[in-house]
């Protein structure tokens, strides 16, 4: 089986990788955004413009980087970077599978996609500036109608088999940040530091537990304790099927690739 994935791999690899072509970046912001945990005195976060992928990143697209970077491929990669399921899609790779978000990425990977094309992973706060937006506004968060469409596809089971990228944009022009996979970010466990440890270190697991709830500063979005929870859950080599990625790049910079 693991020799059919990587011959699959290497088939697949090299007939996209002219094709594939990383997603548009689209401006995302400036704007604040509230964190679910704040530091005193960061109840209010400003969030400089920055560009952000249009949807994730794809199957073709991370094909195309493995081409490039030999090294990331699943026979070649180093365990402390890649656990165990990494790359697992690419043993059934079809045509229509292609335009799929990748995913079993570890945050490692998704790291060195990001830099080959002279980005980054989103942080948290970009990312979830991001998400804030709705069809029609930059900031949808007090819209009790947009906060239950989210969670409602939280609470779906994983679909064995996921869409492809380009759901409906949001205010920014960005897709699929919802209703699609969860995605890596560059600060993924950030919120475990909470204002009271962030001198000596130490993991305050209690604020996502129960009554940990009532700390936080917007209680009626619910699916960003979801979000929160699943993030700190994560290591770095972890590959999950729901788990993908997308990158992002400050303004400045230049054109994106």
């Known amino acids: ?8 791999l290497v088939l697949f690899t090299s007939s996209v990788a002219i094709a594939a072509e ?30 952000l992928d249009e949807h994730p990143v794809t199957n073709a697209d991370f094909a195309a980087f493995l081409e490039r970077s030999p090294s990331w491929r699943p026979d070649r990669v180093a365990e402390l970077f890649a656990g165990p399921g990494y790359l697992t899609q690419f043993a059934d790779m079809t045509g229509s599978a292609a335009q799929r978000p990748v995913t079993y990425v570890s945050w490692w990977a998704a790291r060195a996609y990001c830099a080959d094309r002279g980005a980054h992973l989103p942080t948290e706060r970009q990312w979830e500036l991001a998400a804030m937006a709705s069809e029609e506004a930059p900031d949808a968060t007090s819209d009790p109608a947009f906060l239950k469409r989210i969670l409602s596809w939280y609470a779906q089971p994983s679909r ?21 996979v969860w995605e890596w970010v560059d600060d993924f466990q950030s919120a475990l530091v909470s204002v009271d440890n962030r001198d000596d270190g130490a993991v305050d697991t209690a604020q996502f537990c129960g009554a940990g709830a009532v700390s936080a500063a917007t209680k009626q979005d619910y699916a960003a304790f979801m979000r929160i929870a699943f993030r700190a859950s994560l290591h770095a080599n972890f590959a999950l099927k729901n788990l993908g990625f997308r990158c992002a790049q400050p303004v400045h910079t230049g054109p994106p690739r």
């Open 160 to 180: 064995d088999e996921l869409r492809a990228v380009g759901g409906p944009a949001n205010y920014w022009g960005v897709r699929d940040l919802h209703g699609l």
């Open 22 to 51: 990383p997603a548009a970046m689209k401006l995302v912001g400036p704007g604040t955004w509230r964190p679910l945990y704040p530091a005193e005195g960061e109840e209010e976060v400003f969030v400089d413009a920055f560009l």
């Open 1 to 8: 089986m693991i020799r059919t994935a990587l011959a699959c």
